[in-house]
């Protein structure tokens, strides 16, 4: 069982940035591939940024990529989302996932379904 907790949401106006971060239980977290998701509201829960258990690759859906750096500190168990130039249209709850499973194709990083453990979220709000 892994348990995720975020944190370091919070309400910001347009330009401004926010550092999500997501601690996660587990002896052998290094070995997890761990990724960012938003979800708006009446919206469907999106990919923003994943990251593999080496550090080595880092995926990011366009609507982000420039903006937001995704990264993690394996001696901490802890992913971290740096989000610059925050616009209104990143305004989501934001979740952390972790794969525990065999590793993943590139393309397959971007999938919700990839993922086997969620955190409960972190409210980030953009005012324009």
């Known amino acids: 069982q892994v348990q995720l907790v975020e944190s370091g949401g919070g309400l910001v106006q347009a330009g401004d940035s926010l550092r999500l971060s997501c601690a996660a239980s587990g002896r052998t977290f290094s070995s997890y591939a761990m990724a960012w998701f938003r979800q708006a509201p009446g919206k469907e829960r999106e990919f923003v940024a994943a990251?593999?258990?080496?550090?080595?690759?880092?995926y990011y859906a366009d609507s982000v990529k420039g903006r937001f750096t995704i990264s993690r500190d394996n001696a901490k168990n802890t992913v971290y989302l740096q989000m610059d130039n925050l616009k209104s249209e990143d305004t989501a709850l934001y979740y952390c996932?972790?794969?525990?499973?065999?590793?993943?194709?590139?393309?397959?990083?971007?999938?919700?379904?990839?993922?086997?453990?969620w955190g409960q979220g972190t409210q980030v709000t953009v005012s324009s």
């Open positions: 990251i593999s258990w080496s550090s080595g690759n880092t």
């Open positions: 996932g972790a794969r525990v499973r065999a590793r993943l194709a590139s393309s397959d990083y971007s999938r919700r379904a990839s993922y086997d453990y």
